[in-house]
């Protein structure tokens, strides 16, 4: 019966692919046979993909995302067969990458390694939760997580990363099933790649199996060992890409391209199928599948009954978690207070995390720098601060995970130049909306002496690129708690771009808020420049202002700390603080393009940075109230 569950997954795979006429047939074709005995130990519930103690499964080859809709579907997930006949096509729930609008699909996947680094995070986010909520003789949290991976997820560098990661803390919750077909688009993969890919494991701190991918008794075997570890466990599965197409198996021609139809047709009569028949499920296959959906409600209602055995701390605890109570935290005040804002956003964050426990996160070893140490909170995994190491990739990944879990409100931390090599988990963040937290210091060429290569001169205009995406850059100690109180209550990922310099203390403004991106700071009756800017300056700016004022050039300034949030707002409002018939310029130590959307001139940076000491540095670039006022003033005549 194992073989013809596997086949039925293989049919069902190409018949998806060949439908669409696009896709990637080969490894869920060669990994059926390792799906149809993990169905056995799975524990999970159909009928509630949400349930907390879940087995995470997460398929990093995000590529094969067949094999994710095929499992769904007999698994009794709510995707039916019409929705795997409307594979990669425009507004189905089976997009060509696996996405989260697909109940069952724990996280998107799609470029390679990060399904990897998002394993470790469950892994990682179930060991901080077992801590948290586990009781004597009651362990509520005791899920496993399993990842499919293949070759290119291993070549890609933030696998690296996160597998190290997760052998320094032995996550011994965490199973990778390598699909080692040696088989990639361009070839076979020795043309690129030789490593021992166990060794280089062990070397991490993890147990390492190798099986047939093919073989039920070793496959089962493998998965039975994986269930009393003390370290994670990877699974090498050597299998054939395409296994049972024909002529096609085992070539890399069947990676990324419909196998055909005469192919299909022959390698359904091989195995004893229909050949006339398409998207075919068997009754007893089916039923021998939907078996999951009684397992799953039984081990639902019994994990039920342990939550009610909490103790009453316990069960507090969960809902707190569950449902965190922002009104609850206690924002500090710095009025009047000249302050660097990744000070005052160290401050700021250890008050969110004595509200709300599951507040949690890390730098990527620039805790005092970034000023992101929870204090008195402890390391992980018994504690709140993380330390990923110099990691930024895998740290937003994991992250990303954690935000996924149903517990947790991560943050990630690093300068801002180095939000480049963190940049595509932020992007599937934005792109599952998830809140998760980005905390960016060393905002520009006030790093000073450190030089042009750790100042960030474009990577505001990138973040603010991104759709779904809230980049707040604040202008002082107040404006960042402002920021944070809409951040904590949007449906996205933010990331803070803080000072490493003390920003003077702004007056309160005279129109708008920040919730809207941007307000009127300071006006006059007979403006005729509106200078418009964040971070360190709209200081400059004011300066500016007061003394183009005394000179009888009217000009206001307006604080813009998110240009996410005041690119949706209604023109009207829009206009009021940046008013039209004013020449509207905006003020940036940044590449700071995107401005051209509201401004008539961009007063920005047309190079990198240079070394040396930071009010140096923004003299000689022009960010000085001197150099400023010659600019408008030259501007107005």
Same mark, same amino acid.
Request: proline fraction near 4%; hydrophobic fraction near 40%; aromatic fraction near 8%.
């Given at each position: 019966?194992? +073989? ?19 896709g ?62 409307? &594979? ?9 990458h ?34 948290? %909520? ?43 099933i ?22 280089? *494991? ?18 089962? *075997?493998?998965? $039975?060992?994986?269930?009393?570890? @003390? ?17 096609? @198996? ?8 419909? %196998?055909?139809? $005469? ?14 028949l ?14 999951a ?17 909490l103790?009453? $701390?316990?069960?507090?605890? %969960? ?88 517990? *947790? ?23 599952m909306?998830? +809140? ?5 210091t ?29 980049? *707040? ?8 708690? @402002? ?18 310099q ?8 005279? &129109?708008?808020s ?50 996410? %949030? ?48 930071a ?8 960010f000085?109230? @001197?150099?400023?006022?010659k &600019? ?6």
């Amino acid at each position: 019966m194992l +073989k013809k569950q596997a086949d039925t997954i293989r049919f069902l795979c190409a018949d998806m692919v060949q439908k669409a006429n696009s896709g990637h047939p080969g490894a869920p074709m060669g990994l059926a046979d390792v799906m149809v005995v993990l169905m056995k130990f799975l524990n999970h519930n159909p009928k509630n993909p949400n349930w907390l103690n879940r087995d995470r499964l997460v398929f990093s080859g995000g590529h094969a995302s067949s094999l994710v809709y095929s499992f769904l579907h007999l698994s009794g997930y709510d995707l039916s067969l019409d929705e795997l006949k409307k &594979f990669r096509q425009l507004g189905s729930l089976t997009p060509g990458h696996p996405e989260i609008h697909t109940k069952g699909v724990e996280v998107a996947t799609g470029p390679l390694g990060q399904g990897v680094a998002n394993a470790v995070g469950f892994a990682m986010a179930a060991k901080y939760a077992a801590n948290l %909520l586990n009781e004597p003789n009651n362990e509520v949290i005791n899920h496993k997580i399993y990842c499919l991976c293949g070759d290119g997820d291993l070549q890609e560098g933030i696998s690296y990363e996160a597998c190290a990661i997760a052998g320094n803390l032995s996550l011994n919750n965490l199973v990778l099933i390598y699909d080692s077909n040696n088989i990639t688009i361009e070839g076979d993969t020795s043309i690129a790649w030789s490593e021992d890919v166990k060794v280089r *494991f062990e070397a991490q701190g993890w147990d390492v199996a190798r099986i047939d991918g093919h073989d039920y008794d070793q496959i089962e *075997f493998a998965l $039975e060992q994986a269930k009393e570890r @003390e370290k994670p466990y990877l699974i090498i599965a050597n299998t054939r890409i395409a296994k049972g197409a024909g002529e096609l @198996e085992g070539s890399h021609h069947s990676h990324g391209a419909p %196998l055909g139809e $005469e192919i299909i047709r022959a390698a359904k009569e091989a195995a004893g199928f229909d050949p006339g028949l398409k998207f075919t499920i068997d009754e007893d296959v089916l039923l021998r599948f939907r078996a999951a959906i009684e397992k799953g409600d039984l081990a639902e209602a019994l994990w039920n009954k342990q939550v009610e055995n909490l103790s009453n $701390e316990g069960k507090k605890l %969960l809902n707190s978690l569950l449902n965190p109570e922002i009104s609850k935290i206690n924002f500090p005040d710095f009025a009047g207070k000249k302050v660097a804002t990744r000070d005052s956003n160290g401050v700021i964050i250890n008050e969110i995390a004595k509200a709300l426990p599951g507040f949690i996160g890390g730098s990527a070893d620039l805790a005092p720098s970034n000023k992101t140490e929870l204090k008195g909170m402890g390391d992980f995994p018994n504690g709140r601060n993380i330390h990923f190491g110099i990691r930024e990739h895998a740290m937003a990944a994991i992250n990303n995970s954690f935000a996924r879990y149903g517990l *947790f409100l991560p943050f990630s931390a690093t300068f801002f130049i180095f939000s480049d090599y963190l940049k595509p988990s932020a992007r599937i963040a934005a792109l599952m909306g998830v +809140k998760h937290f980005f905390i960016l210091t060393h905002d520009s060429i006030g790093v000073g002496e450190d030089g042009p290569t750790h100042q960030p001169i474009e990577q505001l205009s990138t973040l603010r690129a991104m759709p779904n995406f809230y980049t *707040f850059r604040p202008a002082d100690g107040n404006e960042n708690v @402002e920021c944070w109180k809409v951040a904590l209550n949007l449906n996205a990922p933010s990331a803070f771009v803080l000072s490493r310099q003390g920003l003077e203390p702004l007056n309160s403004g005279e &129109f708008g808020s920040v919730e809207k991106g941007a307000y009127l700071l300071k006006s006059t009756s007979d403006a005729k420049i509106t200078l418009v800017a964040s971070g360190s300056e709209v200081s400059l700016c004011v300066k500016t202002a007061d003394t183009l004022n005394a000179l009888g050039i009217g000009v206001n300034v307006v604080s813009a700390p998110c240009f996410d %949030l005041l690119c949706e707002q209604p023109k009207d409002y829009v206009d009021k603080i940046l008013d039209p018939a004013t020449n509207i310029v905006a003020v940036e130590a940044a590449s700071a393009l995107e401005w051209y959307k509201f401004a008539d001139i961009v007063y920005g940076m047309k190079s990198f940075g240079e070394s040396g000491k930071a009010d140096d540095l923004f003299d000689y670039f022009g960010f000085s109230p @001197e150099k400023l006022v010659k &600019f408008i003033k030259d501007l107005v005549k």
